[in-house]
């Protein structure tokens, strides 16, 4: 007979994480572990280096290890698209895989990029993008993500700046034809002078980024309306020189870590089928980036 005060023991955890080359300065596990521990859950989130032509084993080993999801980064967003089982409809939109979910053995491709944007806009900005402009710097991975999103949440007509004509030309025509977007690019050979109609702004652009941290996207913002809302998608540093510069003018500002913190919110969420601890992400990397 069983004592009545044994305790069943489970020493097995649950397995996320994160494939990428490189990954090591990927800070998403700090984040999730904590939010892990927060929640009382007994869950890892595994940083691990995958070289590209080690994607499909790698899948093979998230199916045999029964890992409860898997986050991409560069260089595997879109190869990693031909060893899921099912792409979600976003993710189909967008053309790319941030997140993998597993439901019961079949492994599922999300994007949580643009959806972080969204929710950081709505819960951080207050901004609600239906019915608005909006004004993307960039045609890559993140700026494909956000502006799929945007358009999906009912933004009426978004305008691409991009320093390469033909990758500009390329994701406005896919957009175009996924979203039914009102969307037009704009070429960036000169200092592009934002509009008055713009609502909102959006460097999707790697300008700024650590350890290039003084760089400005060549824009102009003296045309631009004093609410034109501007935000950035570059996380380290969290404080541009286009955040500083909008702020001094008055504009109202949303830096790259809420859209860091809020699409590993959704992932958490994907993953456990629970609430997030929001505020406990949110603190794991501000001190992992070294700013709390
Ligand atoms: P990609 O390499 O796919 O795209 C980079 C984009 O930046 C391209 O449009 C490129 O233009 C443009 N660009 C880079 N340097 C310059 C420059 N000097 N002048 C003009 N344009 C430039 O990168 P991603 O889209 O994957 O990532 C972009 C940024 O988004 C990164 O900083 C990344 O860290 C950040 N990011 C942030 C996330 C978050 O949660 N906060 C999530 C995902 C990404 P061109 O086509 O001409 O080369």
């Known amino acids: 007979m069983m ?13 996320v994480g994160v ?31 995958v070289k590209p032509d080690d994607l499909a084993d790698a899948i093979r080993g998230v199916r045999a290890f029964g890992m409860r999801g898997i ?9 990693v698209m031909q060893y899921l089982d099912e792409i979600a409809p976003d993710a189909q939109k967008i053309g790319a895989v941030n997140t993998v979910r597993r439901v019961g053995d079949q492994l599922v491709g999300e994007n949580t ?3 972080g944007f969204l929710r950081g806009l709505q819960v951080d900005a207050k901004f609600n993008p239906a ?4 004004v993307i710097l960039g045609a890559g991975g993140a700026a494909r993500a956000v502006s799929t999103e945007l358009v999906l949440a009912g933004a009426t007509e978004l305008i691409i700046v991009n320093r390469t004509h033909s990758r500009g030309e390329q994701m406005v025509n896919d957009v175009r034809q996924r979203t039914g977007a009102a969307i037009s690019l704009v070429p960036w050979n000169e200092t592009f002078v934002v509009p008055p109609e713009a ?20 824009i102009s913002l003296e045309r631009a309306r004093p609410d034109l809302l501007v935000s950035d998608v570059v996380f380290n540093p969290p404080e541009t020189p286009l955040l500083r510069a909008a ?12 859209m860091l913190v809020y699409q590993g919110v959704i992932g958490f969420e994907l993953w456990t089928g629970r609430d ?17």
Request: hydrophobic share 40%; proline share 6%.
């Open 276 to 292: 997030a601890p929001e505020a406990v992400m949110k603190e794991a990397l501000k001190q992992a980036l070294g700013l709390a």
């Open 71 to 79: 986050n991409l980064t560069i260089p595997h967003k879109v190869e």
């Open 131 to 134: 019915g608005k402009r909006v």
């Open 199 to 218: 609502d909102l702004l959006v460097n999707a652009t790697s300008i700024g980024l650590y350890p290039h941290g003084d760089d400005m996207p060549d």
């Open 19 to 49: 494939l990428g080359d490189p990954v090591a300065e990927n800070p998403t596990g700090v984040m999730q572990e904590a939010a892990f521990r927060a929640a009382g859950l007994n869950w890892r989130y595994l940083t691990i280096q």
């Open 247 to 258: 702020r001094e003018r008055g504009h109202p500002t949303l830096d790259g870590l809420s």
């Open 113 to 115: 990029d643009g959806k």
């Open 3 to 15: 004592a009545e005060n044994y305790m069943a023991v489970n020493y097995r955890a649950e397995l």
